[in-house]
């Protein structure tokens, strides 16, 4: 059972261009979105985050999106560098008392120069 | 600051031999993870502490997989006996509280990659 989907397995785009990266999600309990970005060999470093009684959330060049109706939110990279290519990982927190995270399959990001 | 701390880097044993991993978190974090990462998967929840204690195992395939937290700071997973689907890089990570309202987020160590041939 995929709680959160990420449907692109990769995504390439040209440097000074906007990056773009989706993420969908089913379970309502979710209570703090995050993203984390994901070089070879290293582990996830995390990103940024939203809460679910926001629909934006912005740092930098960075920018998540939350649509909680559509159980969408995205995360738009203006403008992309090439350093920025990575898996970038979406993940969703659930509320309770263990506040687990959950993760979906990654998306590969390349920024071709 | 020191980052979260795992060893081995790497790990090749053969199908049902055991094997252990280490984590070191980040220094007052009381809050532990062990993910397991299988090849074009994201991470999944194996097992939560908070301090020395079980938060959540309910991933944990606890016929084989073990983990203690010993005083509430360094942890060790470990298989055992190991299959050929365990191959797979484990990552640990730490956070300063799991639980409550404040969101702190979750810093993840380089992880240890396993290979079970």
């Known amino acids: 059972d995929q709680q959160v989907k990420q449907n692109s397995p990769s995504l390439s785009v040209q440097e000074g261009r906007i990056s773009i990266l989706n993420c969908d999600y089913t379970?309502?309990?979710?209570?703090?979105f995050l993203w984390y970005k994901k070089y070879p060999a290293e582990g996830p470093t995390f990103l940024i985050s939203i809460s679910s009684i926001k629909d934006k959330n912005e740092d930098g060049r960075f920018t998540v999106f939350l649509n909680k109706s559509a159980k969408h939110l995205s995360l738009h990279i203006v403008p992309s560098q090439p350093g920025d290519s990575a898996v970038y990982f979406c993940?969703?927190?659930?509320?309770?008392?263990?506040?687990?995270?959950?993760f979906g399959s990654g998306t590969q990001l390349t920024v071709l120069p | 600051e020191a980052g979260v701390a795992q060893s081995p880097r790497y790990k090749i044993i053969e199908k049902r031999q055991s094997v252990a991993f280490w984590c070191n978190p980040i220094?007052?974090?009381?809050?532990l993870y062990w993910y397991q990462q299988i090849l074009g998967q994201g991470p999944k929840l194996l097992i939560q502490f908070q301090n020395n204690g079980v938060v959540d195992d309910s991933q944990l395939p606890k016929d084989r997989f073990s983990a203690e937290r010993l005083k509430g700071v360094d942890s060790t997973l470990k298989i055992q006996p190991a299959k050929l689907e365990d191959s797979a890089v484990y990552l640990c990570?730490?956070?300063?509280?799991?639980?409550?309202?404040?969101?702190?987020?979750?810093?993840f160590g380089q992880g240890t990659r396993l290979t079970v041939v």
């Open positions: 220094s007052g974090h009381a809050t």
């Open positions: 993940a969703a927190r659930r509320s309770g008392s263990a506040r687990q995270l959950t």
């Open positions: 990570a730490s956070s300063l509280v799991g639980g409550g309202y404040r969101f702190t987020e979750a810093f």
């Open positions: 379970n309502s309990m979710f209570d703090y």
